[in-house]
């Protein structure tokens, strides 16, 4: 039985359709279901969060390689159904999971086919934590992939692109087309993965609203964002030898990370 076979056959058996209204595309490739279990088997993970297991795609290569895991599904009747195959289910949205206290192991990695709606958001609370955390790879709208990969200077960079590439080394794993799910999104896709960086403890949730703040007015000077600190980011500005006209735009990740240090340590 193919994937696809074998998620209509499952749909058929629990009396349920992709409910929209959660985002749910089941993901029916057993060429992309390859691709991510050989990134995720190259890290080694000691435990692994599944974030919407659905009906399983990844779960069951999950329970076939004896990963241990644990699964956070929104769906009750998901949720349910794992359950009652012994799997250990936080039924919840994953973005109002306190992961920090699930007690996770180190080396532990988040895999999951992300619902549009909420891929970008998790990676920047992602991004701070908890440190358990080593590694993700995840579904994204190709869209979005794009923009948290997305090079300085280039119409795709922006806050999420700093804040990502800030935390995480990112890499490609594979493209996935509208073919390669069910129902068939009107949109493509790409499978990432995120390494955790060591980054200086400074940057915290401040770093965050910073670089968001940058990018307030993208298309005009940086300091226009910080009119009501325009001396104080003009003085950090001179020290790292960028001239007040720059835009959020053209400033890297590294850059961003040495100008919050210096306008942090200057006094209001």
Do not use: C
Request: proline residues 4%.
């Amino acid at each position: 039985m193919s994937l696809k076979e074998d998620i209509f056959s499952k749909m058929h058996s629990l009396g349920i359709s992709p409910k929209r209204s959660l985002g749910q595309n089941f993901l029916i490739s057993q060429h992309i279901v390859e691709k991510i279990f050989q990134e995720l088997e190259r890290r080694s993970p000691a435990f692994v969060v599944e974030i919407g297991p659905g009906l399983g795609v990844l779960t069951e290569q999950l329970i076939a390689r004896k990963i241990p895991r644990k699964l956070i599904e929104l769906d009750r009747k998901f949720a349910q159904y794992w359950r009652e195959h012994a799997e250990t289910v936080i039924e919840d949205d994953v973005l109002n999971v306190n992961l920090a206290n699930l007690g996770l192991p180190r080396q532990t990695w988040l895999i999951g086919n992300l619902p549009y709606q909420i891929g970008s958001r998790l990676v920047v609370d992602l991004s701070l934590g908890p440190g358990e955390i080593s590694g993700l790879i995840f579904m994204f709208q190709k869209e979005v992939a794009q923009r948290l990969m997305a090079q300085i200077s280039t119409k795709d960079y922006g806050f999420l692109s700093v804040i990502a590439q800030t935390f995480w080394t990112i890499d490609k794993v594979v493209d996935a087309s509208s073919e390669d799910f069910y129902p068939a999104p009107k949109v493509s896709s790409r499978v990432i993965v995120f390494r955790r960086r060591v980054v200086d403890t400074h940057f915290d949730e401040k770093y965050i609203s910073f670089v968001k703040r940058a990018f307030q007015f993208r298309r005009k000077y940086m300091l226009k964002s910080f009119i009501d600190q325009e001396d104080k980011l003009k003085n950090s500005f001179t020290a790292l030898n960028i001239k007040n006209t720059v835009r959020a735009e053209e400033l890297s990740p590294e850059v961003f990370q040495k100008l919050f240090i210096l306008y942090n340590s200057e006094t209001k």
